[in-house]
């Protein structure tokens, strides 16, 4: 994917002249900026040539459209109705006139030009302040036509990056487990998607079933859990080539993979005699460790940004609770002390939050708490959901919810949901079928 | 289920005049080979009249109930008679727990009654243990009794 895109920087001129336009990402925005994008000029030669190539009849507004969806999916940003743009694309990206997009109560813009170069797609795109009537950012790149998507993504990422301040998460993947049929024998699916739905792709047949996938740092490999031959075992997938293998030679059931955050271990449970415990295996030499030891069940392990800490599930209390151990298994310590039962614990990328799922008088919630467990904080509340994965810069979790059957046994359903990291902003996330065990790839382009 | 109940009626009007012969009859079922690894559903009840085929636990537990106890001394009173067989013990979980969470608990049921299974005289090696966690209930529905059910450890055939 990362050799599919050439990214060029020409020029990026973030002036900071006096106190433009902010977005404040960590509270609840009940404001969001109003916000026009415009959509991207385009030559008539080049948009001939790309109808061609793309079989989209203008690319510049296509494109536009995506970072639109974007803005709006972030929930931080109020994208305008382009019906009352007064100004055309072409001018408006050389020097808008400030005063027709305040009238329309824009507070930022965004203009933009796309070219076909040498059969290339080149972009260029400004971020405008319109109160300040100033030009906050102006890039422009070149990459493949296919990767027409990505533009919008990249464009959106950037902007949100020079208004937030913090790194965006839209040039970015999700893989999950596609379900299909009767809930007592659901087929199930690896599935990757773009982060707004686009670009659907099945990974497996539905053969066997399929479970827990997660994404590898740079997002180039998945690991994840098969039933294949009913022996469910952790395994190893190459996007690009398709090629999987099992991981580790183990004589019973693998389970709960992930990736160490250098990608050069998988850390997982391994179950024997009714005992679950938590090993690593090194891909590089196949060296495998034992990380806990103990009669209880340890599941879910999830390793801190630095590597150095291991949150993970056990139910040596009693009842599953969240520990967090050094990465060679010493100093382990409880950390979840609420009412209810706690699993699921996923470490944030910024590495200040754990993640998880409670069970609290026959509730499901998905909530945060600080590493040493301090500071619980629940965001959603439900009769099903687990499993939240994060996105790459820690402000938006995703998880899976399901649904209560009626009284027929029916009407069960899986979905995707998204919420901000503030409790604000819960999402549908869409999907082709119903959906499970998302995770969020990393940026695809940094 | 109800075909198993049919499947199971059908059986003990057999059974008289194919006791000895019972194995052989289990193949019309819908097992078959693929591979190396038996893909049937086939389960003790298929073959041995009143020996329930599964065991049921209570809510995060993986204690054996009195109950059960009976279940599996049956079984293996029936499995010591039958020693050709071999059987695949599959825990399951119910829906009101973590995936992962729920993988362990169905490997941890499914050992508890293959220890017992094994203290009653039946060898290790004639056992083996998968857990499906929450993957494949038998009562589809969103309640206490549903959960009930789908709480289990299921004995199955596995040759």
Redesign the interface.
Known sequence: MRNLIILLLISIIPTNAFALIEVDITRGNLNPLPIAVSPLSIDDESKKSFKKTLNKKDIGSEISKVIEKNLKISGLFNPLDKNAFLQAPDIAHLKPRFEDWNLIKAQALITGKVKNVDDKLRVEFRLWDVLAGKEMMAIAFTTVPNNWRRVGHIITDKVYERLTGEKGYFDTRIIYVAEEG?????IKKLAIMDQDGANNKFLTLGNE?V??PRFNPTSQMVTY?SYF????RVYLLDIETGIQEVVGDFP??T??PRFSPDGKKIIM?F?K????DIYTMNLENRIVEKITNHPS?D??PSYSPDGKFICF?S?RSG??QIYVMKSDGSNVKRISFGNG?Y??PVWSPRGDLIAF?K?HK?KFYIGVMRTDGSGERLLTEN??Q??PSWSPNGRVLIFYR?T??D?K??G?SAKLWSIDLTGYNERLVDTPTDAS?PSWSSLLSN | MRLNKILKNTFIVLLACFVLSACATSKKSTGQM??????GTDTIEYLASGVPDRVFFAT?E?VLTTASRETLRKQAAWLRKNSDITVVLEGHAD???????N???G??R???AK?YLMTYGISSNRIS????GK????????NPL?WSKNRRSVTVKAN
Not at chain 1, 182 to 186: D, L, T, Y
Not at chain 1, 273 to 276: L, V
Not at chain 2, 34 to 39: E, I, K, N, P
Not at chain 2, 129 to 132: E, F
Request: proline share 4%; net charge negative; aromatic share 10%.
């Open positions: 009767p809930k007592i024998k659901r079933l479970l827990t859990l031959k009913n022996l469910p019973g059931m389970f709960a449970s179950a005699d009714g005992n679950s069940i599941t879910s599930n139910d009842y599953q039962l699993g699921t799922t069970l026959g009769f099903y687990e499993a399901e209560k059957t009284d046994g029916e069960f065990d | 693929q591979g190396d690894v038996y893909t995060n993986s829906e009101r727990g973590t995936r992962e969470y993988l362990a608990l490997e941890r499914a050992n508890a220890d243990v998968l857990s499906y993957e494949r209930p038998v009562d589809s529905g969103s549903a």
